[in-house]
Nanobody
Framework: QVQLVESGGGLVQAGGSLRLSCAAS????????MAWYRQAPGKQRELVAR???????TYADSVKGRFTISRDNAKNMMYLQMNSLKAEDTAVYYC?????????WGQGTQVTVSS
């Protein structure tokens, strides 16, 4: 059983910053991939950033240079530092853990950027 709990969302003005956190617990294996996804109203869920246990990272083009994903494997934590936020970043942000072909999701945290 794996549990993922996101925190750190909120309301911020355009140009501001937020830092999201994801706490993972349960059966976490050493080799896995963790990621942040987001879903805006009326849109499909999309990948924001992904990092595997070898620290290989992938970012969506829309967030490159503004967002930074990081992990603390010793604490089973993942973070998303979001800078220079734009109105189009408004969405529910989800933590994702994928290990051995099984995907686990958190409940999501709302990020709202006012223009």
């Amino acid at each position: 059983q794996v549990q993922l709990v996101e925190s750190g969302g909120g309301l911020v003005q355009a140009g501001g910053s937020l830092r999201l956190s994801c706490a993972a617990s349960g059966s976490i294996f050493r080799i896995n991939t963790m990621a942040w996804y987001r879903q805006a109203p009326g849109k499909q869920r999309e990948l924001v950033a992904r990092q595997n246990s070898g620290d290989v990272t992938t970012y969506a083009d829309s967030v490159k240079g503004r967002f930074t994903i990081s992990r603390d494997n010793a604490k089973n934590m993942m973070y998303l530092q979001m800078n220079s936020l734009k109105a189009e970043d408004t969405a529910v942000y989800y933590c994702n853990l994928n290990q051995y072909g099984t995907a686990h999701w958190g409940q999501g945290t709302q990020v709202t950027v006012s223009s």
